[in-house]
């Protein structure tokens, strides 16, 4: 969500705040700040929904808000993916270091 750096009674926005609303699960955070940015920025989030409220207040002190759902679904190619932890120099890994299970 991209707010309007001004209101419609001309007078600037002074400050954003992003609220996690208490029916958004647990897991799943806001990211270094950004709460209070026009930009959300979340991390962590697993299945689910989560409701967000976005309130801003102008320069004259007005206050209004908006709400933002965002659903995560679950991804169908999960049991499809593979973690893969190399305990050596990613700069110098080669081709060659690979194994295969041909």
Request: hydrophobic share 35%; proline share 4%; net charge negative.
């Amino acid at each position: 969500m991209s707010p309007a750096a001004y209101g419609h009674d001309g007078f600037g926005i002074s400050q954003y705040k992003w609220i996690k609303s208490d029916s958004s699960p647990a897991i799943g955070g806001m990211v270094g700040g950004s709460d209070s940015e026009p930009f959300l920025m979340v991390s962590n989030l697993i299945n689910g929904t989560y409701n967000f409220t976005l309130m801003v207040t102008n320069s004259n002190g007005k206050i209004n808000t908006d709400n933002v759902t965002v659903t995560v679904k679950e991804d169908p190619y999960e049991r499809l993916m593979v973690e893969v932890y190399v305990d050596t120099d990613m700069y110098s890994f080669t081709e060659a270091d690979l194994v295969r299970g041909d």
